[in-house]
C-alpha cells in the first residue's frame, strides 16, 4: 500500500500524474464512471463506488465483468470505463474492455498490478497498484492496495469537482496514513486468533456492513469461503429484516463490521436483532464507536479505523487474517484452495 501511494500524493493534494501520464484533461471530462472487474476486484470497485459518489458526486456504476460484456448497457455521455484486475488477463474483465471500445465511453482506465498485462496495454490511462506478486490464489494485496489506488482516482475527482478544500486536504491526510494505519492492524494479529477459534466448526456465516463497509464485508465473507470452505454471505445490514434473518439462530456466527459514524445506531439495531435470536456476534468495531446500550453481549475486536475515508481498507486486514487463521485452524491449504485458479483467462 505504501508503494501504491508513494510519490503519488504532494503537500498541496494528489498530483495529477497519477496515472504516469497526465490525464487531467481527460479526466475534466468525465462526468460519470462505469466501473468494472470480477471477484476481489469487483468487491474494491464497489467500495469506490461510495467514495467517488460521495466526494466527487459523480454516478458510479460497478458491475461483473461475466454479465457486463454479454448485455448491452447504457453509456450516458461522459462515462469513464474502468477496468480493475490484478493480473490484467482475467477472461471476462478483458473482453468486457473490448467490448467498451464500440460502447462510446469517453475513454478506459485500467487499476492493474502487472504493466505489462493486456488489459494495461489497451486501457487509455494506466494506474498501477504495486501490491508485487501475489502468491496465493486468494488476492489479499491486490485488494488494499486496489483501494489505495482507488482512493487516489477518487481524490483526483474529487479536486476537479470543487469538492471543500478543507475536507479535501483532510482526506489526502487520511490516505496518507493508510500504511501506518494497517501496520497497526496486522499488530491485531493474536486477538483475531481468538476469534478464529470461534468459527473453526462452523458450517455457516453470516457477514453485515453498512455503507462502504458493505462491500468489505462481501470481501471477507468471500475470503472465508475461498480459503477454509465455510459457506458465508455478506449483507447490507439494513436487509437483514428482509431475508437473511430467517437463518439466524444459535448455530449461525455473525460477523458484523461496525464503522463510525452515523450508521453506527442503524447498525446497532441490527446487532440487537441478532442477538434477541440466538446467533453469535463476532464484532469489527472502530475503536471510537459506542456500542453500549444494545445489550450486545458477543466478542469485539476494536480496531482503529484511522478516518472515516480509510477506514474500509483498514477493516479489511483483521478480516483478511480470519479467514486465514480459520483455514489454518481446519488444516486447509491457504495457498492453493481447492478448484480455483489464480487467474481465470478462459
Ligand atoms: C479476479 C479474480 C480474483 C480471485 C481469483 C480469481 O482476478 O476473481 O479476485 O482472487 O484469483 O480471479 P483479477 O482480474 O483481479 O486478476
Known amino acids: 500500500v505504501a508503494a501504491t501511494l508513494e510519490a503519488r500524493i504532494g503537500p498541496h493534494g494528489v498530483l495529477p500524474n497519477i496515472f504516469g501520464v497526465d490525464g487531467d484533461e481527460l479526466l475534466g471530462k468525465v462526468r460519470g464512471l462505469h466501473i468494472i472487474a470480477c471477484g476481489t476486484s469487483y468487491h474494491a470497485g464497489l467500495v469506490s463506488k461510495y467514495w ?162 458493505y462491500p468489505v464485508a462481501l470481501e471477507g465473507s468471500l475470503k472465508l469461503k475461498e480459503i477454509s470452505y465455510i459457506h458465508a454471505e455478506a449483507y447490507p445490514a439494513g436487509e437483514l429484516k428482509h431475508g437473511p434473518l430467517a437463518l439466524v439462530d444459535e448455530n449461525m456466527p455473525v460477523i458484523a463490521v461496525a464503522p463510525n459514524g452515523p450508521l453506527l445506531d442503524k447498525l446497532k439495531s441490527n446487532l440487537q436483532e441478532v442477538r434477541a435470536r440466538g446467533g453469535e456476534l463476532l464484532v469489527f468495531a472502530d475503536g471510537e464507536a459506542s456500542l453500549e446500550g444494545n445489550g450486545h453481549r458477543g466478542v469485539t475486536l476494536r480496531i482503529n479505523g484511522g478516518g472515516d475515508f480509510i477506514a474500509p481498507a483498514v477493516f479489511t486486514v483483521p478480516l483478511q487474517l480470519l479467514a486465514y487463521h480459520v483455514a489454518v485452524l481446519r488444516g486447509t491449504d491457504v495457498d492453493q484452495p481447492r478448484n480455483l485458479a489464480k487467474s481465470v483467462t478462459v
Open 52 to 213: 467517488i459518489e460521495e466526494y466527487a458526486r459523480l454516478p458510479v456504476s460497478v458491475e461483473v465483468a461475466s454479465e457486463y460484456r454479454y448485455r448491452e448497457a447504457v453509456v450516458p455521455d461522459g462515462t469513464l470505463f474502468v477496468a480493475i484486475s490484478q493480473s490484467g488477463e482475467t477472461a471476462d474483465t478483458l473482453a468486457a474492455m473490448r467490448e467498451s471500445r464500440r460502447r462510446g465511453y469517453l475513454g478506459t482506465l485500467a487499476i492493474c498490478n502487472v504493466p505489462e498485462s493486456s488489459v494495461v496495454r489497451e486501457a487509455d490511462l494506466k494506474l498501477m497498484t504495486r501490491a508485487g506478486p501475489e502468491i496465493g490464489v486468494a488476492s489479499t494485496k491486490a485488494f488494499t492496495t486496489q483501494l489505495a489506488a482507488l482512493g487516489l482516482l477518487t481524490l483526483h475527482l474529487a479536486q476537479h469537482r470543487g469538492l471543500d478544500k478543507a475536507r479535501y486536504i483532510d482526506l489526502c491526510s487520511q490516505l496518507q496514513h493508510l500504511p501506518r494505519a494497517i501496520e497497526d492492524a496486522l499488530k491485531l494479529e493474536p486477538k483475531v486468533i481468538d476469534l478464529a477459534e470461534h468459527l473453526i466448526h462452523r458450517q455457516h456465516a453470516l457477514f453485515l456492513g453498512r455503507g462502504a463497509q
